[in-house]
């Protein structure tokens, strides 16, 4: 992952993009490529106050199990995420991917910037680690398998991990004359699927 974000391309596109130089060409990590990965449903947000606590007295029951949590130094849950729980058909159609695609992608862009060395990636990291593997066929050769899982499904199951990854290794990929794919896009059996449909939205 550190390398992958060293080489980050800093450029004047949508900040909800990220390009990389991995020669000999720039590849771009975005919605598509998050949505293709994870298999999470992409589309217009609603209005999250929809799903917001109406009674008091389930507030209160919370209160103290919340106040718990941040005590630990974990992040809280927004309660209108937990009322989704009690809902499961808002809950099914709620755009996931582009709600959890949101929070990931300024995780990303802010790792390195904030800590150059040393940070944390939250949020869905999965997904840029698998994107790595997608797009370097060279780095997936040596640690990875690929799963015969068919045709469409969600990239993030297509791979096992047969070894960790060893820094000399890492370098040795990374330094070489190159590597890289062409960026991923949807076939048409994904384009019809019911997380891909609302990517545009």
Request: a positive charge; glycine letters at 6%; hydrophobic letters at 45%.
């Amino acid at each position: 992952m550190h390398r992958l974000l060293g080489r980050e391309l800093y450029h004047d596109g949508l900040s909800d993009k990220m390009r990389f130089m991995l020669d000999p060409r720039s590849i771009q990590f975005s919605r598509v490529e998050f949505c293709l990965i994870t298999g999470l449903k992409f589309g217009a947000i609603p209005d999250t106050e929809l799903y917001r606590v109406e009674m008091w007295s389930f507030l209160l029951n919370l209160k103290q199990g919340l106040n718990r949590v941040n005590a630990e130094g974990r992040a809280s849950i927004p309660i209108w995420q937990l009322r989704l729980v009690d809902n499961l058909e808002a809950f099914v159609a709620f755009p996931w991917g582009s709600h959890v695609y949101k929070y990931s992608i300024f995780r990303f862009k802010m790792a390195i910037l904030k800590r150059p060395l040393r940070y944390n990636i939250f949020w869905l990291a999965y997904a840029l680690l698998v994107f790595t593997y997608e797009v370097i066929p060279s780095l997936a050769k040596q640690f990875m398998t690929p799963r015969a899982v068919g045709q469409p499904f969600p990239h993030i199951l297509r791979w096992d991990l047969i070894r960790r990854p060893r820094g000399d290794k890492l370098d040795k990929v990374f330094n070489a004359m190159m590597f890289a794919e062409a960026e991923l896009t949807a076939i048409e059996a994904e384009r019809g699927l019911w997380y891909y449909q609302g990517i545009y939205e």
